[in-house]
């Protein structure tokens, strides 16, 4: 184990912990292998869609590119354009149905993220179940709890605990699994966050992930990201104050967020109740 | 005077003088003997420690005796009169004696305090081999190869007594430290055991010694005062050394045969105990631990050796290499020891006496004894936390060396020398502190350092493969990761990072990306203090503080001279440090200074504002209270926090030499201004901070030419005209004066110079203020006044002054110089100064923080707001002025909605799928690789949401989970309720407030988690809680208060909404216990009231024109349930309506009312009895109102008429409020929520209501 410095360490971790302008700043690596180099392309452009610069990911891969950064292009052009969604689903499973590049893992892994905004879960697991990288084990992570299975989950997260129990994700997907079992583990979900705000500059991922714990264990603290403004509202709310400037910004910011779908189908729920109920 | 002949023992070489100089070797137990100082000299033959300081007297071979502090590692002073080897040398236990013997037959007593030897006892016939002093009597015992031993008193400075017996050299005696014994060793091979009693009673004073003088000379050999008790005999050959047991009748004694001996006395006998083997050469010294329970021997076999005391096994050896040992000393209180060999001697201990300890907050952990104890700072109390496992005395050192705590987990990592490095793992059971009774089989592993690198890993270092093995709780491996550098010791470094120490550099390596994040090269660090903050870490060496930040960048270094034990940092980056004698600081410059001296060394585990917290040697924790002043002062210069210099100045007693020295060596001259009252050094510091205005003030008070003349400088240095004038006037410094006058184009002043020259016959100055003012004429008058006639006359004619020329010329005659030729001659003028006269310009300069007086006094005016109760309410009173009366019947028809239907579906909402629960979770075998072609993606499980609504009858869970129609069914059914409007947002912000939002895989939509109430530590995970609700029954109580302040305040609208408000949320309020439900109760009838009635008083106030109808509804307010002091402000208000309108029976009825209330506002008990007076006169109703206050009633929610009782009425489900028949079926107008009449089976808000 112990040897050659694992030179795309502190980018991955920056990526998944998201610290993506942290992760572009600091991707002019030297001495990269051309796999690592891919890699590196990769983990920077996510960096660059998870940051919502999704036209600069678009315009700078070319179709010569590897497939890897295809299939990151292709999550640019998903997100980009609500609109035509069709015909980038379309495209990611003429890729998929590809037998020489369909097996790849950044592929299968964007197919996964896709099929999961999606919400067709069964179709994101068929590419993401089978693994191979953490990132997979982590998305299939995340799916399984969408879905309701933490049992699944928890068998995920055993497999990426043999392989590396300390490895980033490892940890990010255990807090995750804490968090939606709920009871004793979150306090474990917390210590989770809490380690890594320690050992890593804070971020507003890790921020949200120890808000959420507190939360759930009804201890209060404030922070700001749409995830964190969505559960500031939530916060208000539990602590009797007003929640409405929290919830206008977040819908003014980010009008596709949960919360806000949430609320307003909340809304039209509460109407037709009371057309029911009448 | 040399002795040439070889002792009849086997096998001994003595007095060799070939000089070895061996270093000390590591015995076969692989321990390093923990020497705390050692000396390079002549063979040691004698060796003692003083009871109280620091001390250690070595008489050497050479014939010197060498005073060393071994602490400071100093030679204080050596003594040399003796002539030839000095055997025996020992300190005096409260007097500053000692006392030695040699082989110039010679005892010698001396003064350490005024060096010199006191006298001299002369009685033996041969070498000397010991000396000692009695701990009480004014004694001393020798042992000498004449065969005696003898007793003297140093007081009369005589021999008292001399013991015969042995019949070879006697090789030591001493006495016994409490009775009345003396035990000696000797080459006849016998240990012998003497009885002084009879001594001490014939000497019980120094007179009768001088008496018994002659008798003692004639009964020399034959002296019946001490007699031998025991003879010991066992050894083979000559005995070399014997001692008494501190407390215990027990001898322990080293001889030629290589043995040590263990003998046990009682009052009539003596026995041999045991006997101890190992030594491979003559035994030279054995002695007792003065503590412990063990002996140490040493040998001319090169070794000394430790024995247990109750076991008899060899528990260590310490080997030299090529120095024989002599003599040991053990030091009578402390834990150190001392040995003599060929080549100098060593000062050491046998176990560290450093606790291990580990700071986590405000928690201190430490091992003392067996057990794991635990100290809270903020309480300061301490307790047991763990009994641990106890070393054992099989082997010395084995005590915790460090411990790491990780505070998340509890857990404990205690590192030992047992079995040549080895840690042991504790969890520390949560419930455990305190008892201590614990003790738990602990994780155990091989390693050197171990230390926690996260909450739930700590690293071992495993040094033979240079890697550290990363574990978890379970003791199990997780990883291994390879070091960058040879390390052989770790330490902590912050989360997943390591401090790796190599003898002369320390490294922080990454665990995870393999990584060196930092490399300083630094002495052997041997202790690591990492700020609270994680930003700087002080490594500590023995003599060196190395600071730097947590990527090792250096910040500064520190040497000092004297070890450096222990440190902590303060909360405002001081490092605070104790060396041996010293408590001292470093600031982050690198400055440093002594705080205060110490007693004995200290442990330092936290420093908290003025307060140490440290362990001592053994092992108590403490506190010290510092006085931080001097570094904080320092600190604050240094960060340029001018307002806590100024403020420290004036509040503390900061001063001294060494501060004024300081701040100007630092650059603040101004700062050291504020302490110095010395006019010199005051005027000094003025000079140096170019504060001109102090400087004069000075230079007045101490007056004296050199000080004038040090201003005038620096005054013209910044360019102050007047003050440089002012000092060259005050040294009547005319020169300078005319030149500053001259530069300053002051052609005044400088005219008057001249004037002062003239007067003061200064012919010289006179000139040359003439030449600075361009004067010829009077140039030529002082030439030709001092007789200088020739050159009077040159520059008059060359400035063309014809006639003064000519009459000088007559007078010259034919001595008239001839002119210089080819020269233009012109007259030189005083040049005009740019800017004339006065000071120049200056900056305004460091005026403000040190001049202007700091005086930052808050000056925080507390504002007061004072609650201007009723205000508007008796206001509004006597506004009420209008006469129209009107019948109040307007009763509104309301539409008789269909009451709810919906019975028949009740269940509608239920219709639940069976619960799916988790299949059981079972571990895969497989490992990841394993990928099954097919794949069956798992169905969906259930949203905790769906889990909660089957659990749940309570409509606010229905709500929260977003069940809205069973929400709503439920309350229809429970409480009436048919408008949901008012509850709209309610419903939307216990959904809302349900769930929180996890963003997890970049990219992917965010997870969704349900808040749950009820969550504590041990709530067991998978099974779901019911949803956290937004409302809570608190709340409510919030705005009950708040309802009641505003109805006191008279703001009714504001009231109302508020009581309204609570009325709405009810329905979806969840509490725990009965109790709480009926509180639940209580506040809806509570809310009920209060709406009610502000309903009513709101319509009285609109309604201007029917004074009967305000009555009224005035009168029916009064009757609703309020309280006392809103029940006056009714009554008070019914009755000054029913008095303007004249109905004074009923105004009076309110007064009385008004009075059984006993109403603390004067005013208001006042008016009240003005209306009685008033009403007993007139004792009649103007107007007939449809209120009898006789007649209990309540009043109708719409309708505002009395439903007396026995009349029928209706009521709401909901708030109970009552209302006339004809309502039955309409809206509650006070709740505005349920159906009058309807059907409801009543308040369901507590799961205990279910069960």
Excluded at chain 2, 478 to 499: M, R
Excluded at chain 2, 758 to 767: A, H, L
Excluded at chain 2, 996 to 1004: D, E, P, V
Excluded at chain 2, 1155 to 1170: G, S, V, W, Y
Aim: glycine share 6%; proline share 4%; aromatic share 8%.
């Amino acid at each position: 184990m112990a040897g050659n410095p694992d030179h795309l360490f502190s980018l991955r971790n920056n990526f998944y912990l998201g610290s993506y302008q942290v992760a572009i700043n600091n991707s002019d690596i030297p001495h990269l292998s051309a796999d690592d180099a891919v890699e590196r392309d990769c983990l920077v452009y996510r960096s660059y869609i998870a940051l919502g610069s999704y036209q600069l990911v678009i315009s700078e891969i070319d179709s010569s590119a590897a497939t890897p950064l295809q299939a990151v292009k292709l999550l640019a052009l998903y997100l980009s354009n609500p609109q035509d969604k069709e015909s980038t689903v379309s495209s990611l499973k003429e890729l998929l149905a590809d037998p020489a590049i369909g097996n790849n893992a950044i592929l299968r892994l964007i197919a996964g993220t896709v099929f999961m905004h999606e919400e067709d879960y069964n179709e994101a697991l068929k590419h993401t179940n089978a693994g191979g990288t953490m990132e997979l084990h982590a998305l299939n992570v995340q799916i399984f709890i969408k879905i309701h299975r933490s049992d699944y989950a928890e068998r995920q997260l055993r497999v990426m605990q043999q392989i590396d129990e300390d490895h980033t994700l490892t940890q990010l997907a255990n807090a995750w699994l804490n968090l939606a079992v709920g009871g004793s583990k979150i306090q474990e979900a917390y210590l989770i966050f809490q380690d890594f705000s320690e050992k890593y500059p804070m971020t507003g991922l890790i921020l949200n992930g120890k808000a959420v714990c507190w939360f759930v264990c009804k201890w209060i603290q404030d922070a700001k990201d749409p995830e964190t403004l969505a559960n500031l509202v939530v916060c208000s709310l539990h602590l009797g104050k007003s929640s409405s400037r929290y919830l206008s910004q977040l819908k003014l910011t980010h009008p596709e967020h949960i919360l806000v779908k949430r609320a307003s189908s909340a809304e039209d729920s509460f109407e037709r109740a009371l057309q029911s109920v009448a | 005077m040399m002795k040439h002949y070889t002792r009849p023992s086997v096998g001994r070489c003595i007095r060799s003088e070939v000089r070895f100089c061996g270093g000390l070797t590591v015995g076969e137990e692989r321990k390093k003997m923990l020497t705390k100082f050692e000396t390079k000299s002549n063979r040691v033959k004698g060796l003692s420690f003083h009871s109280k300081r620091p001390w250690i007297l070595a008489s050497l071979h050479s014939g010197v005796i060498q005073l060393w502090d071994y602490r400071m590692g100093t030679l204080i002073d050596r003594f040399d009169e003796h002539d030839g080897p000095v055997r025996g040398v020992h300190f005096h236990m409260s007097q500053p004696l000692f006392v030695s013997g040699g082989d110039d037959y010679k005892i010698k007593v001396w003064n350490y305090k005024l060096h010199r030897c006191l006298f001299t006892l002369l009685g033996h016939l041969d070498y000397i081999r010991t000396v000692q002093f009695h701990h009480e009597h004014p004694w001393i015992v020798s042992a000498s190869d004449d065969q005696t031993i003898r007793i003297w008193n140093w007081q009369s400075r005589t021999c008292i007594s001399v013991l015969t017996g042995h019949n070879h050299y006697v090789m030591c005696a001493s006495f016994h430290p409490k009775e009345d014994l003396v035990v000696s060793a000797s080459l006849d091979q016998t240990v012998r055991v003497w009885d002084i009693s009879s001594l001490k009673k014939k000497t019980a004073s120094p007179v009768d010694d001088i008496l018994r003088l002659s008798q003692m000379n004639s009964d020399l050999f034959g002296g019946v005062d001490a007699i031998v008790k025991y003879v010991l005999e066992g050894h083979d050959r000559g005995v070399n050394w014997a001692a008494f047991h501190p407390t215990l009748p027990l001898i322990v004694s080293g001889a030629d045969d290589r043995q040590v001996k263990l003998w046990r006395m009682n009052d009539t006998k003596a026995w041999e105990v045991d006997t101890l083997r190992g030594h491979m050469n003559n035994v030279s010294c054995v002695m007792f631990h003065s503590k412990q329970d063990i002996i140490i021997s040493n040998s001319e076999d090169k070794s000394i050796r430790i024995w247990d005391g109750t076991k008899r096994t060899g528990l260590q050896t310490f080997r030299r290499e090529h120095d024989r040992f002599w003599i040991l000393a053990v030091h009578p209180e402390m834990n150190v020891l001392a040995a003599g060999h060929d080549s100098g001697m060593i000062v050491f201990k046998l176990e560290r006496e450093r606790p291990a300890f580990a700071v986590s907050g405000d928690s201190l952990f430490y091992a003392k004894d067996r057990f794991l104890k635990y100290y809270d700072f903020s309480t300061q109390r301490e307790s047991q936390a763990l009994t641990i496992r106890r070393p054992g005395s099989t082997t010395l050192n084995q005590s915790p060396r460090t411990l790491s705590y990780s505070p998340t987990e509890n857990a404990v990592l205690i590192c030992s020398d047992v079995d040549g490095g080895s840690y042991e793992l504790y969890v520390i059971p949560k419930d455990s502190i305190g008892r201590g009774d614990s003790s738990q089989e602990a994780k155990k592993g091989l390693g050197s350092s171990a230390i926690f690198v996260a909450r739930n890993r700590f690293a071992v270092l495993d040094k033979g493969n240079n890697q550290v093995l990363i574990k978890n709780l379970k003791n199990e491996v997780v990883k291994k990761s390879g070091l960058p550098v040879p390390t052989d010791a770790i330490f902590y470094a912050g989360t997943g990072n390591l401090l790796c120490r190599s003898e002369d550099r320390v490294v922080i390596f990454d665990l995870q990306q393999r990584l060196v994040l930092g490399d300083l090269q630094t002495p052997f660090v041997r202790y690591v203090v990492w700020s609270n903050d994680m930003e700087s870490v002080a490594l500590l060496s023995k003599h060196t503080i190395v600071i730097a930040n947590k990527k090792l960048v250096l910040q500064c270094t520190l040497h000092e001279t004297i070890r450096v034990k222990s440190g902590a940092w303060d909360d405002n980056g001081v490092f605070i440090y104790t060396t041996l004698n010293h408590i001292k600081y470093c600031l982050p410059n690198g400055d440093s200074g002594i705080i205060r001296t110490l007693d004995v060394p200290i442990y330092m585990t936290k420093v908290s504002g003025n307060t140490i917290f440290c362990l001592d040697r053994d092992g108590k924790t403490k506190t010290i209270v510092i006085d931080a002043t001097e570094y904080i002062f320092k600190l604050s210069l240094l960060w340029k926090r001018y307002d806590h210099v100024m403020s420290m100045i004036r509040n503390s007693q900061l001063c001294g030499e060494a501060m004024i020295a300081y701040l100007q060596q630092k650059g603040f001259p101004e700062v050291a201004l504020h302490f110095v009252k010395d006019e010199k050094t005051r005027f000094k510091l003025a000079l140096e901070s170019g504060n001109i205005q102090i400087a004069v003030a000075s230079a007045k008070e101490i007056d004296d030419k050199d000080h004038w003349y040090r201003l005038g400088v620096e005054a013209l240095r910044q360019g102050n005209a007047g003050i440089v004038e002012y000092a060259y006037q005050r040294t009547k410094n005319f020169e300078r004066l005319s030149f500053l006058y001259l530069i300053n184009g002051n052609l005044e002043k400088l005219s008057k110079m001249l004037k002062i020259a003239e007067v003061k016959n200064d012919v010289m100055g006179q000139f040359h203020n003439a030449l600075y003012l361009g004067d010829i004429q009077e140039r030529v008058k002082i030439l030709e006044n001092a007789g200088h006639l020739p050159l009077a006359y040159i520059t008059a004619s060359v400035h063309g002054l014809k006639d003064v020329a000519e009459r000088l010329a007559s007078e010259l005659g034919d001595d008239v110089p001839p002119l210089p030729e080819g020269k233009e001659p012109s007259l030189l003028m005083p040049p005009a100064p740019v800017t004339c006269g006065g000071d120049w310009p200056l900056l305004r300069v460091m005026k403000g923080i040190f001049d202007g007086g700091l005086d930052s006094i808050g000056r925080g005016a507390v504002d007061e707001e004072e609650e201007d109760a009723g205000g508007d309410w008796g206001e509004d009173l006597d506004v009420v002025d209008v006469d129209g009366l009107q019948n109040g019947d307007v009763t509104e028809i309301l539409e008789y909605g269909e009451v709810a239907e919906e019975n028949e579906e009740e269940e509608g909402g239920w219709d639940l799928e069976d619960l799916e629960l988790p299949p059981e979770v079972d571990t895969p075998k497989a490992s990841g690789g394993a990928r099954s072609s097919i794949f069956v993606a798992p169905t969906p499980g259930m949203p905790v949401s769906q889990i909660w609504i089957q659990k749940s009858s309570l409509a606010a869970e229905h709500a929260a989970a977003g069940n809205f129609d069973t929400a709503m069914r439920l309350l229809s059914r429970q409480l009436g309720i048919r408008n949901f409007a008012p509850l709209k947002s309610m419903f939307l912000d216990l959904h809302t407030g349900s769930h929180s939002y996890l963003r997890a895989f970049s990219s992917a939509p965010v997870v969704s988690l349900a808040i749950e109430r009820g969550w504590n530590e041990s709530a067991s995970p998978n099974v779901r809680c019911p949803p956290a609700l937004v409302f809570n029954f608190s709340q409510l109580d919030e705005k009950l208060k708040a309802g009641y302040k505003a109805t006191t305040a008279g703001k009714l609208t504001e009231a109302l909404r508020l009581f309204l408000g609570i009325l709405h949320t009810i329905p979806l309020i969840v509490v725990e216990s009965r109790r709480e439900v009926d509180e639940v109760k209580e506040l809806i009838i509570i809310s009920k009231e209060y709406v009610l009635g502000l309903q009513m008083e709101i319509k009285r106030r609109e309604i201007k024109d029917d004074m009967v109808r305000q009555q009224e509804l005035a009168a029916y307010f009064t009757h609703c349930n309020l309280q006392t002091p809103h029940l006056r402000l009714a009554l008070q208000t019914a009755m000054i309506v029913c008095s303007r309108a004249k109905n004074w029976a009923t105004a009076s009825n309110f007064a009385r009312r008004l009075l059984e209330t006993n109403p603390t506002n004067e005013n208001q008990a006042k008016m009240a009895r003005q209306v009685l007076q008033a009403a007993e006169r007139n004792m009649t109703d103007a107007a007939q109102l449809n209120y009898d206050f006789r007649n209990p009633f309540v009043t109708c929610g719409a309708t505002y008429v009395p439903i007396y009782s026995g009349q029928k009425g209706v009521s709401c489900p909901y708030c109970t409020a009552r209302f006339v028949p004809s309502q039955e079926g309409q809206l509650c107008t006070v709740c505005d929520l349920a159906v009058v009449g309807a059907d409801a089976s009543g308040l369901l808000c507590s799961p205990s209501q279910i069960r």
